[in-house]
């Protein structure tokens, strides 16, 4: 399945990825975690140590400018649309204890020239992860699809957008909602993250009627920690994954039996 994790800048898009990613491993599956949030912060809640360099691949000038026919720092007023891009994966992923990272980078927006050959190629490289990888790809993304094309959103499983017991959030999940039509993206889910009690449950069901919910995250000491980077994603206790556990089994629903527990 491939799965877009979207929603508000801190709900904790990247938080919910990783330990997907996590539960995923840990039940035998193959699954690559794309970071294409611009706070690019999936590394370090998988526990990647900061001396092992990771190159987001917006910022592989020269490589992007040699793909799509064009020059470093030169407007291009031409160049190739779907530039090569199957044999990124392979070279620019890192492997932490079994999960596979691919740190995006983002476009600045408001760019020009140059903005553009690099926005073709993450789109295409997005759509070949998506399209064409035979395992489990979580695309941890921004507030937006704009890195998702009509072809590419329509290769998701499904977006879970991510909230938190807030009316900015709320707002945010109704906009995403309007976007995902937008391109034909219908299979949209909403998990509640940082729960602190019965009644945050209750204000997400009532203010997000219309919306699949997935589940619910309670924010929990291991939770803080990982935020804290007191501890990473890969070392909680397998007791505290069990919220996340059962998103999982209501995302895949009869498509996929996974030994999740």
């Given at each position: 399945?491939?799965?877009?994790?979207?929603g508000?800048?801190?709900?904790?898009?990247s938080?919910?990825?990783a330990?997907?990613?996590?539960v995923?491993?840990?039940a035998?599956?193959?699954?690559?975690?794309?970071?294409?949030?611009?706070?690019?912060?999936?590394?370090?809640?998988?526990?990647?140590?900061?001396?092992?360099?990771?190159?987001?691949?917006?910022?592989?000038?020269?490589?992007i400018?040699e793909?799509?026919?064009?020059?470093?720092?030169?407007?291009?007023?031409f160049?190739?649309?779907?530039?090569?891009?199957?044999?990124?994966?392979e070279?620019?992923?890192?492997?932490?204890?079994?999960?596979k990272l691919?740190?995006?980078?983002?476009?600045?927006?408001?760019?020009?020239?140059?903005?553009?050959?690099?926005?073709?190629f993450?789109?295409?490289?997005?759509?070949?992860?998506?399209?064409?990888?035979?395992?489990w790809?979580i695309?941890?993304?921004?507030a937006g699809?704009?890195?998702?094309g009509?072809?590419?959103?329509?290769?998701?499983?499904?977006?879970?957008?991510?909230?938190?017991p807030?009316?900015?959030?709320?707002?945010?999940?109704?906009?995403?909602k309007?976007?995902?039509?937008?391109v034909?993206?219908?299979?949209?889910?909403?998990?509640?993250?940082?729960i602190?009690g019965?009644e945050?449950?209750?204000?997400?069901?009532?203010?997000?009627?219309?919306?699949?919910i997935?589940?619910?995250?309670p924010?929990?000491?291991a939770?803080?920690?990982?935020?804290m980077?007191?501890i990473?994603a890969l070392?909680?206790?397998?007791?505290?994954?069990?919220?996340?556990?059962?998103?999982?089994?209501?995302l895949v629903?009869?498509e996929e039996?996974l030994p999740?527990g």
């Amino acid at each position: 399945m491939k799965v877009a994790v979207t929603g508000k800048g801190g709900v904790g898009k990247s938080t919910l990825s990783a330990l997907m990613a996590r539960v995923l491993r840990d039940a035998g599956r193959k699954v690559l975690l794309i970071d294409a949030d611009p706070d690019m912060n999936a590394a370090t809640i998988l526990g990647v140590p900061p001396e092992r360099s990771i190159t987001p691949i917006v910022e592989l000038k020269e490589l992007i400018a040699e793909r799509t026919g064009t020059e470093v720092g030169k407007s291009a007023p031409f160049f190739k649309m779907n530039p090569k891009v199957s044999d990124i994966p392979e070279k620019y992923c890192i492997d932490q204890d079994g999960i596979k990272l691919l740190v995006m980078g983002t476009i600045l927006k408001g760019g020009g020239g140059c903005a553009c050959p690099e926005n073709a190629f993450l789109k295409s490289l997005l759509a070949h992860l998506v399209i064409n990888r035979k395992e489990w790809v979580i695309l941890d993304m921004e507030a937006g699809i704009e890195h998702l094309g009509r072809g590419t959103a329509l290769g998701v499983g499904r977006m879970l957008i991510v909230a938190e017991p807030s009316r900015t959030s709320v707002e945010t999940a109704f906009r995403i909602k309007k976007l995902a039509a937008d391109v034909g993206m219908e299979r949209l889910g909403v998990v509640g993250n940082k729960i602190q009690g019965p009644e945050e449950e209750d204000f997400l069901k009532e203010r997000l009627q219309g919306f699949e919910i997935l589940g619910f995250l309670p924010y929990t000491e291991a939770i803080r920690r990982i935020n804290m980077s007191d501890i990473d994603a890969l070392s909680i206790d397998g007791e505290a994954l069990e919220p996340v556990r059962g998103i999982l089994r209501s995302l895949v629903g009869t498509e996929e039996q996974l030994p999740i527990g």
